[in-house]
């Protein structure tokens, strides 16, 4: 079970099944957040299969729902994308609902999880990338003290060609990972 994370304007917990209904509305019927974000688009709830997302955390990966401290709507997701195999170095992910873009949440949330990673939960690496148009997602990394580490020129599929990823990544003080350029699965 992961522990809650608390902010200022956001709990930060454990995906559940009750979240179904906030990952079709924020993500997969959201063409905006889909412009960046690789995910099919779901006409409808019945589309959306969450039991793939609980297998995640049944297997010990981080998963967490990110939901208003105020009334407990659910407005996005921070994930794990890939461990290294030593388990020094971790990639992050996440996607917000382009309702709530703007407003300082993913940099509110993503901030203090990378400091959990490091100093709690023993990682000395954490990564994140994002499609090199997606400014939104370099100025979260940056704020939340992650720096420009390398571009994996046209290698992602989607939207019908190859996008560029930026990676960033922040180590912990006198404990970084070795540097790889990749995370291995």
């Not at 955390?57 to 461990?83: M, N, P, W």
């Not at 949440?105 to 990378?114: D, Q």
């Amino acid at each position: 079970m992961l522990k809650p994370i608390i902010t200022e304007r956001l709990i930060i917990r454990e995906m559940t099944a009750g979240d179904r209904l906030a990952l079709f509305n924020n993500i997969y019927h959201d063409h905006r957040v889909l412009e960046t974000f690789m995910g099919e688009y779901k006409e409808d709830l019945s589309e959306v299969n969450i039991q793939p997302f609980l297998d995640r955390l049944a297997k010990g990966q981080y998963l967490y729902a990110v939901t208003l401290k105020s009334d407990g709507t659910c407005i996005g997701f921070i994930f794990e994308q890939k461990r290294s195999e030593d388990h020094t170095e971790i990639e992050m992910g996440y996607a917000y609902g382009s309702a709530y873009w703007g407003k300082g949440y993913a940099t509110e949330a993503f901030k203090p999880l990378i400091n959990q990673l490091l100093y709690e939960d023993g990682f000395k690496t954490v990564t994140a990338g994002f499609f090199m148009q997606n400014t939104a997602s370099k100025n979260v990394m940056e704020k939340s003290g992650m720096k420009y580490d390398y571009i994996d020129w046209k290698s992602v599929p989607y939207h019908y060609k190859k996008q560029d990823v930026v990676y960033y990544r922040i180590d912990k003080p006198g404990e970084k990972a070795p540097h790889k350029h990749r995370v291995h699965v």
